[in-house]
């Protein structure tokens, strides 16, 4: 086996994240290539969840307790082969989030009905590149010597029909928010310091890391609806009146996420869905966590 960069040995956690956001960089198929060629990511923001942090047993009760927790991904991945884990060994989840491009973004604020054609090609082919990403963190982790795997790209995936929509076994925006990355919001969505239109992937591996400190309240601290009452933008956005003050209707998202696709596909020439993400841009929140009024009185999150 080659032996282990000396980087890696001095901090891992910083080795991790420099080679994501290195491949984010340069790789040739971060690119619109249907478009003009411009980059389809910005520089990837990158944190660190432990495996057996208790929110993870908590989304169970959160999520449904069909939701997988690292070590069930882990026992599912490797089995009782020699060098699984055990009870007590070290697990981590690495997770990472894509921002849009200011091109993409700018593009979608000002649509009214449907996704531009860069946000319909950046949901395309930006998700063909997220799970590029996913491949080569399982890859480099492998070489390194930690078994590794990206749950949404394992053959245990699932997603799952609920009363009030969709929901899969492993949330990637949730083991984002287990990693210190954002926190959710009226519209479900999730807000990073490089803001809400982004893209979020997510690796458990065995391999032991520091975590990133969660630097908010609670889960819904980045939305200024949930902690001073204000903002609401994203109710006016959505085509769908999928989103109230009371939250987000799956059901009617994605009804219209069908109905837009089947309008717009022939449109921007392609076959998959066409996204929407029009509540993710033209809003406080496009880009940034807005700023929550100082003298705010905290709105208990809806559970
Ligand atoms: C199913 C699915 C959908 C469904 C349902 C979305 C949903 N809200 O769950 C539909 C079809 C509607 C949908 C639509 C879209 N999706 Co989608 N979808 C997924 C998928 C495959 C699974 C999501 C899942 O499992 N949800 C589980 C449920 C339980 O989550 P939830 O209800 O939102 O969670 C709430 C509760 O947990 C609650 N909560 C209550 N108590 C507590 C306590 C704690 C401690 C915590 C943490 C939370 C919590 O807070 C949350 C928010 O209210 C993920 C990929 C993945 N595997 O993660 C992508 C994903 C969520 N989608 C994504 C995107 C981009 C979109 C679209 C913009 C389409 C597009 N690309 O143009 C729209 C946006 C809709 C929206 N406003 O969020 C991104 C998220 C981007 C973001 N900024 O959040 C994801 C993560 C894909 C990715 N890999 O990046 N999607
Ligand atoms: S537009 Fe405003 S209320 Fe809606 S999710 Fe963003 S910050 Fe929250
Ligand atoms: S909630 Fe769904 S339908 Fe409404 S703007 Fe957001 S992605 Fe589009």
């Given amino acids: 086996m080659a032996s282990t960069p000396s980087a890696f040995n001095q901090d891992p956690a910083l080795f991790i994240e420099k080679h994501i956001k290195s491949f984010v960089r340069d790789n040739p198929e971060n690119r619109l290539t249907h478009i003009d060629g411009s980059p389809i990511w910005d520089e990837p923001l990158v944190g660190f969840a432990r495996g057996d942090d208790p929110l993870f047993q908590e989304y ?27 009870p007590g060994d070290s697990l981590s989840v690495i997770c990472w989030v894509l921002p849009s491009t200011d091109k993409t973004r700018r593009s979608n604020r000002k649509q009214n009905k449907g996704p531009s054609r860069e946000w319909t090609h950046t949901y395309k082919h930006g998700e063909v590149f997220n799970s590029m990403v996913r491949a080569e963190v399982v890859r480099l982790l492998q070489e390194l010597g930690y078994p590794a795997v990206a749950p949404f790209a394992a053959d245990f995936f699932q997603r799952l029909y609920l009363a009030n929509g969709p929901a899969s076994n492993w949330s990637e925006r949730h083991a984002c928010y287990a990693a210190g990355l954002g926190t959710f919001s009226l519209t479900d969505a999730f807000i990073t310091p490089r803001g809400m239109a982004m893209r979020c992937g997510s690796v458990v591996t065995t391999l032991g890391l520091p975590p990133t400190t969660r630097q908010y309240a609670h889960h819904y601290a980045n939305c200024p609806f949930y902690v001073d009452g204000s903002c609401g933008a994203c109710i006016q956005r959505c085509p769908a009146q999928a989103i109230t003050e009371k939250g987000h209707d799956k059901l009617k998202c994605e009804a219209y996420l069908n109905k837009i696709s089947a309008e717009l596909q022939p449109v921007y020439q392609v076959t998959t869905g066409v996204g929407c993400g029009l509540c993710q841009t033209g809003v406080p929140c496009e880009s940034r966590i807005p700023k929550i009024k100082a003298a705010a009185t905290p709105v208990p999150p809806a559970a």
Avoid at 66 to 86: A, C, D, I, N
């Fill in 60 to 86: 169970k009760t959160v999520i449904g307790d069909f939701h997988l927790t690292p070590r069930e991904v882990m026992e599912k991945t490797l089995g009782e082969r020699p060098g699984s884990p055990k």
